[in-house]
Every structure is written in structure tokens, then in C-alpha cells.
């Protein structure tokens, strides 16, 4: 059981956690945060397998995982 | 007469190119003087970004006004920082998809346009700041609206493949302005 | 003549190219990087010659070289730039080499702000660099007075063989106005004004030791030092006819308000925004900061004058001290000061100028 | 659950990077987190900022750090470090700042063996002032004041700053990594780890460049950048260790 | 107290070195080369650090960051040298670090001439940098005053967080005389100076945002910058009482010297020189040239003062403009000037007065 | 009987050097000037001089000349010779000038190609000030502001500028020399007349770095500066062509 | 009372250390205030070298003075530069080795030693200096021998071989100093 | 035959053309010049071949060679 948390707030909507999760846990969603970035949100939680890439990727470190 | 605009936004919102349009189509159809004086922060992107258009038929002084006559707004943190300095009886354009923001003050004309909305509906999300200049236009008449597409039109040259787009984009600003006049 | 719409910045870029200028080198800085931009774009279609220098002191010295070939020469910064650069200025004013730069300041000191201000004016006016040389100073108010002095400044520079500085600001610099660009210069004019120099200039002499070029920027004798300071203190007292200053209603002002550059511009439309209220104010607005126009201050009515303000972007003031010279305490100077690149206000100004008004009322 | 991956503390809890979207200056300010926690040196480190983007985190890390004049932050950590050597310093610059305007003082510091850390920022390019060209601009790389491309027989070459170093005697420790993918990603880190502990072991000189990106001035989105970085960047700027002794 | 015999750069360095500095950073060139020279043998014996700079960039950069931990440090160089540390000691005044340096100035502009000269005044007191900061600046006449000067030096830059700048020339340099050095502080005290700093140097903080040391000489808000400016000049304006300045026999005094450095040591001599024949002159030497002292020119008894007469190393003159500001026009102002390395002659000064004595005396 | 070896024309006639008794700067200035006579192009040279001991000819050489703040001579050469192709402009420069304040110059120079000479000549030492350190003082050499001698620890080691320039892509020549022994003198000359045609041909940068002796600084008589070239520089800093393109 | 004292010569002629022997000798053994100020060309060698001894009951004003009260001469260049410094009565002290041109000026003393030749003599010609030194104070008695030999001894400290020669060189100076008095 | 022209007041007694010359036709000499060195002087002038080593090593330009 993992999860993935992204602080939509510092989140830039830059994608790389998108293309890197090799699960295919996260995309770009609709809303906008208060800097007018479309932020990254799980659409596919159960998938995750905490291996971090995303996280790791994260040039404004929006992302915190959990296992 | 000397009217002090102020267009404010995020980057990437095509906040100083407005103003430049704007600008310059003034100084090519007027004898009226007329500054564009950008404000910028230190980083390239992602900051507020906003730019000061004064048009005067005397010499200008302050290419940037402490009161605006003129507002236009295309996020929720500008309408914060610069509603206080729009004039009593100023004109407020506001970009109606992204603020929703209710109004307080009274003394003021409102005009709104949800050009966010209706750039994504034309099919690119970026002639935001054209639709906002047509209603600026179309509702100030302070300049005319040919005059401001031709500089549009001059300044778009090397991407002729733009301009139908921006024309929609343009006329459909035009039309919103005029028609809350 | 067309009027053009022009960033500042690059109204002096294109202003200098029609002047005949054929060799900038410049280092990117805020608010100026679209002088070196503008030149990259354009020094190619005139077969002039772009460089960006790897540091501002490079950049200068690459200026004294060309600038030593005869070559109208040129570059810019802001003000960290400016003080990197100070040392090469000072070489071409001791080797009397001609060349023209500006600096689009903002706020300081060290790496200050990127926004505009006029903290640098005493580097400008008293020390550009060791050594106690001097220069023409000019400080332009607006996008068209910044394309003029720049044209201009090329001439001063061969007449005198001298370094002359622009000392713009971030809002000239970034603001855009519309101009009226002076004429260019044709390739012919252009060749000339080298050729005129060749006798000075390091092209190359024949193989004979008194007429080859010898470009000298400090001497192993002192007393060929001293006489080259005296040369150049003799041209510098030349300058008194080059004073450049606006006065603006002063006649019955007072209060006179004393300032250069944008604080100038600002502040002339409070005086028609008072004027309109019935406050007589007035303005002295030196054009050239360098040599300063003292004697314009003797113009003042002090009989009625109750006081001069100094409005200036420098905390702590600093073109006061120049005003202060002038006024010689004849009346009271007030200040109005802002800071850190924060642009004047006219409102600051119109409540310093009240207050003025109303104390001095009582 | 346990929390696995933390947000480094080093990065104020509640501010934002003024990082433009997928600017890889925010990974790397992350990863010198990330190692100084790891080592628990957060108290011991001094922080060089060079100018330029590297600048628009000073006020959000939670270690001591200065901003050095363009150019001159090697100098800076110069004395920082020879007056205070109990002090981890390292200095954190542009290609702009380390390879232009402060190449004599890069080289020097290199040549002296100062036991600092460089971490070199090689995006090819001036950010911050918004896209003049860099040492290690790319022949035909388009800049600002290279309208038509960076042109060999005007401009020159790009710069390798690993290698010169290299002809240097002093330096302990030279590697070029990027943070491109998640393994250059780790490589990265283990490399500005590798960098910090010879600096506690008083080898002496030791620099990371950082192949990175500057998509808003390279025109491209932050995916695109990633490609660019791959097929452009890397086969001038190969990865790896140049020096480690 | 024993007096030793010493060189004046090497005076000053040993006054550095017993008030507590314990990192020097410089780069070679004359008249200065026995500072750093000097550093480089005493420093390893007190636990110290030299480095010979790559650069005078470099130099005031190491000691920007030395200083930055809290090490009393200095730098010094001469005349274009110190144009090159211009950049890096504004950084030092916008990031408030306390360091201190010495100008051992020579003739200029450019590269000038390796004798003595007095052409970095206005440089010095006005403009050591973009910005508009400001700085105590010193002006020894003895080698005694340069120990002592320079030994006081470091407790005002850490008083105020400011650079200190000590204004000699090539003469208090290069030539010896007695001097008593003043006591050297202890290991103790030198840590427990450094200890006090802690908060602010970058010595290491633990993991606790607000608490982390941040020095910033630059501010990206310009209302932060306007703040830091504000502060800054707060604390220029506290210097009114750090004036110090020499009054030497002006009571009676019908003709007033006003100069400072060597050039003032040797207008005191030509003062008792001319008094034995009669002729009464006075002397006006400031020891601080910033702040300058305005005020002691109202002690000038104007009502049978006939001139005042500037000596200085300097063509143009430059610290005339000072003077003029104190003289406010209340009796004419003469000059006696040489430059490029001469040094003044008790001769040109004793003739100047003379022709003043004469002249006015018709 | 015929001249066959006559003064250089380029050394005023009547004035005899500042230089030291053995000071090689002479022996390279009048190698200069043999070769720019020799290929007639006196009245085309623009010669740029450092700041040190180089500069105590300025006075007395026939061709035009001009000094360039201290370690900016390739700089001020760039802006020459960009202003004026036709001119064959050199610099003149010592240890100090050309590889330490003048590095990111000379560095940035060479990496540019741009079109220039540069006349390097290595003493190991300051020569003009008095024998400070320089960045090719070699390990245990005295200098004045190195009074135990340069020590690796503390002063890295000495610089090797050839082989830092033969990192980069674009210079065409690179060649050190030394003027010890007669054959040496000849090559040196060689060298000088090669980096001449290179410019005149297009070519790019071009730069000798001459092996040389500062017998005051080294406290040596002249003819012991020899015998210390030998047997102490040139095992550091090995004669030969590094580049050649 | 002031005394003023140029030492001119070559370089290498060790004129700067006979100055500076002369003055810290001066400082150390009296309360007088003295100053020694040197005079150097770019040069580092082969340019003329020389310095400014000024002895004084009272404050120093001028370390360099216009007109001398004595005048050391190592070579002929030396003695036409400074000969119309030296005042009326003045002192001058020549290298008689070197310099024999002859001497115009009457109303001046004269003391005249062979010093090369005699450094030659005791077998080292750099001494020449310090036998210069001896002829000065022998003469001038300006300050004790016993406290300037002190000074050298102390200087010299680092190379205890060389005193033998220096004390001798020391001695005949005083020597001929006194001799000419 | 050959010949050397020593400039007597250009030379600074290096001893360079004395040490090169492979003839041993040069040599110190006791005189002095205006500058205070002993110069360089022909001791042997009818060894000299003309090979131009002792002016090519002169720093001072102090030497021509006739043949
Ligand atoms: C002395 C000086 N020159 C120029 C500048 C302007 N400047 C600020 S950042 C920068 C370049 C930044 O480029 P780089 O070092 O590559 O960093 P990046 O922004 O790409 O990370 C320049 C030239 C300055 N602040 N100071
Ligand atoms: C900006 C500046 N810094 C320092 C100096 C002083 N200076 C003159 S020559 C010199 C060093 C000369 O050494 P080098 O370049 O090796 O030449 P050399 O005399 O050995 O031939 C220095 C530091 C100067 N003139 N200008
Ligand atoms: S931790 Fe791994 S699997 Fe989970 S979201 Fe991130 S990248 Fe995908
Ligand atoms: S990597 Fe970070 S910034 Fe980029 S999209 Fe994902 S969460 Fe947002
Ligand atoms: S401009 Fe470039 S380097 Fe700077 S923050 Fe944006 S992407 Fe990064
Ligand atoms: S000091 Fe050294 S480099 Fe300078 S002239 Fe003398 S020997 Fe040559
Ligand atoms: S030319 Fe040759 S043989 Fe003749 S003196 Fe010179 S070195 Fe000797
Ligand atoms: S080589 Fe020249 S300077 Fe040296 S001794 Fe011979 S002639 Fe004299
Ligand atoms: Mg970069
Ligand atoms: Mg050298």
C-alpha cells in the first residue's frame, strides 16, 4: 500500500513526475492553483508502488511519498 | 487629457504585449504622447507581470501613475494589488473566468470578460490578452479599433498563419466591449 | 520626421549605430540587456561589430581597444556593472581615448534591485574610476532626449578625446516612447570620422620611431604625468559652455523643485498639476549632471522662494549636495526621496511640496 | 504509512520557488538538502550563491548563505572557507557566473585546491537576464545576443569546464552529471555527496557540473527540454567523473 | 612606550594584525607591494590567513567572505586597483559586512604613474562604488596617525557593520619613522570578537529558517531595499560626531591652508615656516575626509582672513570642492596643486601663500 | 664587410632598456621586431603590452603600441583587432597579466578564437613589483608574498597555460619556448614569425609561451638564470608545439 | 633644527640601506623624529636610486625636502641632478671613484672618498655603502658611530659572516670622515 | 673574416654572448659605462666566424655582426 501526496500549491505543472512514474499514478489535471498552474493530481493511487521517482524528479519538491 | 492605464496579470498571460499593442497603435494613428513602461520582477516567469500604458495630449510625466483611470486585471492577485489605485470612477476590466472575486467597491464601472474561457474556445488559450484588448478598445475607443489591428497585424507579420486567429479573437473583444458601454 | 515607437534602451542602441558607432561590447545586465540585444541584431546589417565580453571589464577594455583604432566605440551597463567597469574608464580618459557608454542604473548598493534608481550619481558625476578625471555627463529625461545626447555624445567624445557617459535609468532604459531618430551617418561619413584619427590611432605607421601611435594611459615620468593632467584639466575647463539645464517657471516660483533625469519628468508635471491649484512651483532640472549648472541657481527669485526641494531616487540623497553648492543657503532645501528602485511618485512629491507650502506659509 | 520521501527541510515549509516550471535549479537546491540532512551538516554549511537564478531561492533555504558578486563566488568561498574551515562551503553558480565573468576566479580557486565544493549549473544559456549566450552555449544554439545562432568562427566553442579543470593539478574531484532521469537524478546526488565529504576530509577542490536546463529560454515546454537536454546537451557535455582522486 | 622604526605600509599592516585581523587578502602593486608582503610573513605566526588574490576582484572578495564569518579582514591596494574593488566594496556596504581597506594611491588616471598622489579624493569620499553608500575614510599624515587610524579602524567597521577606508598615499607608504604600535589584543579577544558576530556570519546555524545567517547585498522587493538604505544612512547620519580634523593656528590666521594627508603634514611645516618670517598662517588638515569637516571652516576669522589656500596632489583639484562647500564663499579660495606623482614642495606652497600675501595686500 | 646581423629597426636607436641586466623580455622584444621586419609588417603591428616588466620598453619601440590594464590585454586586443583586421595585433604579456588577473580574459580569448597573438612570457614570478608569486612560480620557489616558498597546500600548483588552451576548440597554435640557449633563440623566433602568419593567414588565436628568467627577482646573476631555466622551469614547463592547426 | 640628507646613486649601489641604517640608528638611539623616504623608478635595476633622510628636534613636515643640507653622491648622473638641491654651505659627500668631474659650485664643502675602489680594496665592492655611511657620520657625527655601528650589526644580524668585513668598511669610513673634518 | 660591434653603453654585462660564443672571442671587460656595468669587450676578434650566436643571445641588442 503507497501513496503519493503533491502540494498542488507549489506544484508548476512541469510534468516530469507524469512522465517518470513508471505506473502511471499521476496526470495533469484541470483546476489551477493560485499561480494559474494546472497542478498534478494521482488518478491512479492503488498503482503506485512508492518507488519515488516521482518525488524524486520534482523540481519544486510538491511531492511526499508514503508507504 | 492624460488617461493611465494599468494591465496586470501572471506571466505568460500576454499582459505586456496588450499594453504594447496598445501603445504603439496610439503612437502610429496620434500626435498624442504616449509611454509603455513594464514592470518586472527578477524571475523570467510565473511572477506577476504588469505594464502602464498613460496616453496624453500634453507631455508625460509619470510613465507610471500612482491613480489609474483604467484597470485591466487578468488574475485574482492583481485585482488585490491594484484595485486600491484605480480612480473614482475609474474603469475596472476584469478577465471574469479566473476572478471571481466579488467587487467592493461601488464608485467604480466594472466591465467583465471571461477571455480565458473564450480563448480556449477560439482554440488557443494564449489570445487571451487580444480578446481583452478588443474590449479595452471597444469600450475606451481610445484609439480606434483599426488603427490598434493594424499595429496587430504589422507586429504579428513573420506569423501570418496567426492572423485569422487573432482577428476572431480581436473582434470578439471588440464586440463584448462595445456592447457594455 | 516619423516618430517611431522605441524601448529607451534601444532607441540608444539604434541613436548610437546612426551616429556612426561601429564596435560595442557589453555583458547581459538588468534593465539593460537590450542595448547589447539590439546591437547583436543590428551592428551586422551595418558592418559594424558586435561582442559580448565575458565580464563588464573585459567589455570596457574591448571598447578601449576599438576605441584606440579610430572606431566609434561604445558600451553600457547598470550600476554593479558600472563600478567593474570604472578602472577602464579611467585608462581611456588618462590615454585620451574617445568613447561613449551609458549606465541604465537601478537600485544599490552592491547587487541592489533590478528597479530603477538614481543611487549612482555621484559615481557619475565626481568618479568614474581613479584618478580624478572628469567627463561630460548627460542625464536624459526622456526616450527622445536619451537618442539625442547618445547622437551627440560621439562627437564630444572625438572633439575631446574623452570618455562621455549617459546616465539614464531604469525606467528610460525600459520604458517605451515614441522618438524621432536623427540621421545616420553614410558609410562615407562614417570612414572619414576613423581617418581623421589616424595619426592617434594604433592602424599602423611606417617604420619610424617619433610617428608611430603611442597610446599612453599613465606615464613613467611625473612630470609627463602632470603635464597630461594639465591637458586634460584644461579641456575640462573648457566645458563651461557646455552646461545643459531646463529651467521651468521659476520666475515667480516658490518653491523650486531641483531634480535630473526621470525624477525631473515626474516631477515637471507636479508643477502643472500645482500650478493648477494655484502653488507656484517651479523646476531647475540640470541636463548635464557633469559639469553641474550652479550659476542656474542664482536665477532663483529668493526673495519669494521659500525653499528648494530636491527630489531624487537615492537614499541617502545625493544630488543634493551639487543642488546644496548652487543654492549657496539662500533659501532652505528640503528633500523628497525614494529608494531601492522605487519609482518617485508624484503624490510623495505633491505632499513634500505642500508641506513645504504650508510650514512656510505660517 | 511512513512517510518514505520528506520534502528536505532546508526549503522553507510554506514558500514557492520563483523557478520557472520544470527548471531544474529546484531539483538540484533539493538534492543539496536532501545530502546536507543526510549527513547532518545543515549547521555546518555556507551557502555561496552566484547571480542568476541560482539567486531565487536565497531567501528560502534554511542554511547560511551570502550572495556573492557575479562571478566571484569561488573567490567569496575562499575566504569564507580559509577563515572559518570548520564550515562546509560551496558555492552554487550559473555557466554565466562560473565560466564567464568568473573564470579567473574558478580557475584560480581550482588551481589554489581551496577545499570547497563547486556545484556548477551548466544550462547553456543566461537565465535570469533572459537569454544571452553562455560559455556553453551550443554552436547554433539560438541566444539574445547570438540572434543567429551561436557561429563557431565568431563565437567560438562551447566550454568544458570539467576538462579544463582537469589540466589542473589541485582539484580532488571533477564530475559532470545532469538530472535529466531519475538515475542522473540519484547520480546527482551521490555526486554532491561525494563532493561534500571530500571537502570534511580536507581533499580539497571538488566540483559537480550540473547539465540542467533553462526552458523558458530555450523556447521550449519543460517536457521538450528533457529531449533537448538528451540529444543536444549530453553529447557535448558527456556525464561522468573526470577526476577523483 | 618604544618606538620602532618602520616602513608605512608595513606600520599599517602590523596596527592591522594587533587589532585583530586575522585574514588579508591582496593583490600585488606599487606603492604597496609591503602590505600583503608583510601579511604574508606575520599572519602564519598569529594564526592568521593570507592570500595573495588572483586579482584586487578576487582580494576584496576573499575578504568579503572572510568577513562574512566574522574575521576582522582587510585588503588594500592603490589607485586602480581600487577602482577594481569598487563592485566588491559596495557589496560589502549594501550587505552591511564590516571590513577594512587601504588606498595607498598614486598619480592617475589610468595606470598613472607609481609615485605619490592624492587624484583618488572625490573617488574616495564620494563614490568607492555604485550605490551611494558611505564610508568613514581616514587620511593619515604620519605614519603614527596610519597605525592608529588603522587600528581604530576595525572596532568602527564592526560598531557599524560598514567598510572602513583608510585614504593614504604613496609618501605615508613607502617612507619610515618612529611609530609606538599600539597593543596587540589577545587570542582571547580576537575569538571573542568573531564570537559576537555569530548571529549574523555564516559560521553555521542550526536547521531553524529564520535563525540562518542571510547576507544580502541586494534585495529583490524595493521596499526591502529602500528599508536597508534607510537603515544605512541612519547610521552615515550618526558619523556628525566621528568628525575629526586639525586646527592648527587659525585664531589670527590671514591666510588659512586647508589640505589633508602628506600634502597637509607638509603645509604644517611651511605654517611654522612662514609664521618665523612674519606671516600668518593657519591650517585647516581634516583626518576624517569623510564626513568632511564643514563646520571648522566657520573658525576661520574671516574678518582678516584674505584667502584660503587648497594644497593638494591632485590636477584637477578635488578636495577644493569640499573646502569651497565649508568656505561658503566668505573669502576667495587659491590654489596650490601638483600631480602625476610630484610630490607638493614646501617651495610652491611657501610661494603660493606668498603671492596671496602680496596680492591682497595692495 | 657586410652586416650581417644589425639592430632591429624597431628599437629606437639611441635608448637602451629598462630591463635588467639578462632580463630576457629584451631578447623576445628584439625577436619581435627581427620578425616583423623580416616580414615587412612594421607599419601593420598594433602591439598591445601588459602591465609589468614588459612594459619597460613602450617607449622606445618604433611600432604603434598601447597598454592595456593589467591582465586585459586580450581583451583590448579583441576590440582591436575586430575594429581593425587589417592590423596585426599581439600582445605582450607576463606570468601575472596573462594567467592570473588577466585569466578569464586570455581564457575567454583563445576559447573565441578571436584573430590575435599573444606573446607569453613566463618568468615564474612578478617581476615589475618585486617578486610576488605568480601562477607558474614553481613548488619551493621564494617569492615575497610566498616567503617559505610556494607550498602545494597552500598555493596549488603552478599553471600550465598551453595545456589549459589546448582544452579548447578553437585555438590554431600553441607552442612554449624558451630563450636559454641559442637554439632555443632561434625557435622562439620561429614560433614568433609562425603565430604572425597564422594571424595574417585567419587562422585564430595564436599564442608562444616563452620560458624566461627574472635574474633580480630570482636572485640570481644572469648567467645562473640560465642554468635555473634548465634545470628547474623547463623539467615543470616542457618546450614543444601543443597545438598546431 | 632639521637636517636634510639625499643619498643618490645607481641601483645596486646599496643607497636605500645606507639611508636606512643612517635613520634607524637616528631612531633608535635618540628622541629626535627621522624619517627615510625612498625614491624608486619602474625599474626594478640599472635606474638611479635614491632617498630622503630628514633629522629633526621637531615634527617632520616635508620627508622630502627642496633644498638639502647634505648631499651623498654615488655616481656622476647623481651629482647633476642634485648638486643645485643642495643648500649654500651645504655638505656634499662624493664617491670620488666615479665621479670625477669637477666640481663648480664653491660655496659648498666637499668630502670626497674613493668608496668603490676601497670596497674593493676590502675585497667586497658592496660594501662601498656602508663605508659611505662611516664617512658620514665620521664627519657629521650626526649620530654616534657606537649606535650606527649597533644598527648594522643588528641588521645583519642573520649573516653573523659578514660583520668582520662590514665593521671594517664601517671604520674606514669613519676613518676618512673624520679626517676631512 | 669577421667582425662583432659591441655598443658598449647598451650593455649590461649579462656575459651571455661571453658564455655562447663558441669561439671565445668575447669577454668582460674592466671598463665601466654610463650605467655603472662593465662591458662586454672582443678579446680574440680574429677567432670570430660570423655565426651571430653571441648577437642573437644579447637581450640588450647590444651586438652587429659584419662579415
Ligand atoms: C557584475 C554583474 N554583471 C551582470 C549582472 C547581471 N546578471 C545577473 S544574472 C546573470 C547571468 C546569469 O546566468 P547564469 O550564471 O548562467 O545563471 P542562470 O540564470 O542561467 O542560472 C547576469 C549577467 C550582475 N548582476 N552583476
Ligand atoms: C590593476 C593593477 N593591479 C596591479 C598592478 C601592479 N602590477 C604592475 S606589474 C604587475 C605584475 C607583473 O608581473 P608579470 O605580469 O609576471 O610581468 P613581469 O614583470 O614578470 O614581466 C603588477 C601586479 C597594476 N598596475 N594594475
Ligand atoms: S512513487 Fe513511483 S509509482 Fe508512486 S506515483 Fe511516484 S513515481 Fe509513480
Ligand atoms: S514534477 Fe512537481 S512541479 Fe512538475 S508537475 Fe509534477 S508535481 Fe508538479
Ligand atoms: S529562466 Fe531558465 S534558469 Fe531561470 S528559472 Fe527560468 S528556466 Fe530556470
Ligand atoms: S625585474 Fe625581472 S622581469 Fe623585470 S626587468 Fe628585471 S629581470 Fe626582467
Ligand atoms: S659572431 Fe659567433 S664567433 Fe663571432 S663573437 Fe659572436 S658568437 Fe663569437
Ligand atoms: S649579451 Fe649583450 S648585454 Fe650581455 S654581456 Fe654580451 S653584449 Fe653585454
Ligand atoms: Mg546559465
Ligand atoms: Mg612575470
Known sequence: MARVEIRSESCKSCQYCVKFCPKGVLAIGDKVNSKGYEYSVPVNMEACIACCICARMCPDAAIEVYK | METNLCVAGFGGQGVMTLGKFLASATCDSTDKNVTFFPSYGAEQRGGTANCFVVISDEMIGAPLGDVMDDLIVMNGPSLN???????????????????????????????????????????NAKVLNVIMLGVYVGYTEVVSPEVVWGTIESKLGKKPKLLPLNKAAFEKGLEIGKSQK | ????????????????????????????ITPQNEIPEYFARRMSEVGGVFVQGESEVASVNMVYGAASMGTRSMTSSSSPGISL????????????????????????????????????????????????????????????????????????????????????????????????????????????????????????????????????????????????NEEAAAVYASWENEVQVEEYKIEDAEIVIAAYGISARISKSVVDMLRKEGIKVGLIRPITVHPFPYKTFDNINYGICKAVLDVEMSIPAQFVQDVSIGVKERCPIETCLSSGGNIISREAIIEAVKKINEKQGV | MEKIYARTKTIQEDKVSGFCPGCMHGTVIKLIGEVLEEMNIVDKAACVLGIGCCGLHMDYIAYDNTTAPHGRACA??????????????????????????????????????????????????YGMTGGQMAPTTLIGMKASTAPKGRIAEEHGYPMHMCEILNQLTAPAYLERTSCNTPANVVKTKKAIRKAFENQLNGKGFSMVEIVTSCPTNWGLEALDSLTYIEEKMLPEFPLGVIRDK
Open chain 2, 81 to 123: 494589488k491594484f484595485l486600491c489605485t484605480l480612480k473614482e470612477g475609474g474603469n475596472l476590466f476584469i478577465n471574469s473566468s479566473i476572478v471571481s472575486d466579488d467587487i467592493a467597491r461601488k464608485d467604480i464601472k466594472i466591465i467583465k470578460a471571461p477571455v480565458t474561457e473564450l480563448a480556449l474556445e477560439l482554440g
Open chain 3, 1 to 28: 520626421m516619423a516618430r517611431v515607437f522605441m524601448k529607451g534602451c534601444e532607441a540608444i542602441a539604434e541613436a548610437a549605430v546612426r551616429a556612426g558607432c561601429r564596435f560595442f561590447a557589453g555583458y547581459p
Open chain 3, 85 to 228: 567597469k570604472s578602472e577602464g574608464i579611467s585608462y581611456c580618459a588618462s590615454a585620451r581615448i574617445p568613447m561613449v557608454y551609458a549606465n541604465i542604473s537601478r537600485g544599490g548598493p552592491g547587487v541592489g534591485s533590478i528597479q530603477p534608481a538614481q543611487q549612482d550619481y555621484f559615481q557619475a558625476t565626481k568618479a568614474s574610476g581613479n584618478g580624478g578625471f572628469e567627463m561630460l555627463v548627460f542625464a536624459p529625461s526622456t526616450v527622445q532626449e536619451a537618442v539625442d545626447m547618445t547622437y551627440k555624445a560621439f562627437d564630444y567624445a572625438d572633439r575631446d578625446r574623452n570618455p562621455v557617459l549617459i546616465l539614464a535609468d531604469g525606467v528610460i532604459g525600459t520604458m517605451m516612447e515614441p522618438v524621432v531618430l536623427p540621421d545616420a551617418k553614410s558609410d562615407e561619413e562614417v570612414a572619414a570620422m576613423k581617418e581623421a584619427k589616424k595619426d592617434w590611432a594604433c592602424v599602423g605607421h611606417k617604420l619610424d620611431y617619433p610617428n608611430r601611435a603611442w597610446i599612453e594611459p599613465g606615464h613613467w615620468q611625473t612630470s609627463d604625468m602632470q603635464r597630461a
Open chain 4, 76 to 125: 567569496v568561498a575562499t575566504g569564507m572557507k580559509r577563515a572559518n574551515p570548520e564550515s562546509l562551503v560551496f558555492t552554487y553558480q550559473g555557466d554565466g557566473d562560473f565560466a564567464s565573468i568568473g573564470l579567473g576566479e574558478s580557475v584560480s580557486a581550482a588551481n589554489r585546491g581551496e577545499n570547497i565544493t563547486v556545484i556548477f549549473i551548466n544550462n547553456g544559456i
